[in-house]
């Protein structure tokens, strides 16, 4: 079956969860390394989206001096 793939908010609450369960500490060995693959998964996916938002926020523009520089995405109206 193919997992769902997640929004942004989805995927931080269901870390949130991973990360209680594990805190309880209750969990067999097998289940526990299992949260902790799914999290990872999650962690991974968040900072890709994030950076994608940040790419979005923020574009490359060139200096005088030819050398590349970060400017902040302004919407034009």
Not at 11 to 26: S, Y
Not at 44 to 67: F, N, P, R, W
């Amino acid at each position: 079956m193919a997992e769902k793939k997640l929004n942004f908010e989805e995927a931080m609450e269901r870390l949130e969860e991973i990360v209680a369960a594990m805190e309880q500490g209750e969990a067999p060995l097998e289940e526990s390394l299992a949260l902790f693959s799914e999290g990872a998964k999650l962690v991974k996916q968040c900072a890709a989206m994030l950076d994608k938002a940040e790419q979005q926020v923020t574009k490359l523009t060139k200096s005088g001096d030819g050398i590349p520089k970060e400017v902040p995405f302004e919407v034009e109206e």
